[in-house]
């Protein structure tokens, strides 16, 4: 599978039309075994594979694209060290089938487009550091 090696080229990927999603996995060869994802608290097989929607929202206007998919990449940037140090991003195309329990879009009829190179996710987080406000991964951290 080819490699994005850019944010601008994500960005650009981002524009090129509808139903693209980044999904954390150890990859397309490991998650179309079987298009399910489980919920981790109560280990309910899930109608789709959980992923993060890249699509640009009305309300963001004319923001810069860039700051947008570097967000969407950021929120998810600390599975590898929770779910399997070989976790990492890449792209593909599908349709929503369901919300899952956070109300991640469960997603089906899969086609993988391309992994996220490393690089790609520093750009991402350098970008994210640079805004105005405090901001995090989406990390539960411990229990408490």
Request: one cysteine or more.
């Amino acid at each position: 599978m080819p490699e994005v090696e850019s944010l601008q080229k994500l960005a650009h990927l981002v524009t090129e039309g509808e139903g693209l999603y980044v999904r954390w996995s150890l990859g397309p060869d490991w998650d179309l075994r079987d298009v399910s994802s489980t919920d981790d608290l109560t280990g309910v097989r899930l109608p789709g594979l959980s992923a993060s929607a890249l699509g640009v929202e009305d309300w963001w206007g004319r923001r810069p694209l860039d700051i947008w998919v570097a967000r969407r990449l950021y929120d998810y940037c600390h599975l590898p060290r929770v779910k399997h140090p070989r976790t990492r991003p890449w792209l593909l195309r599908g349709i929503e089938a369901a919300r899952g329990p956070d109300n991640e879009p469960l997603v089906k009829d899969i086609e993988p487009i391309a992994w996220v190179a490393d690089h790609v996710i520093t750009e991402a987080r350098n970008i994210v550091a640079g805004q105005p406000g405090p901001w995090g991964p989406i990390d539960r951290g411990p229990s408490l």
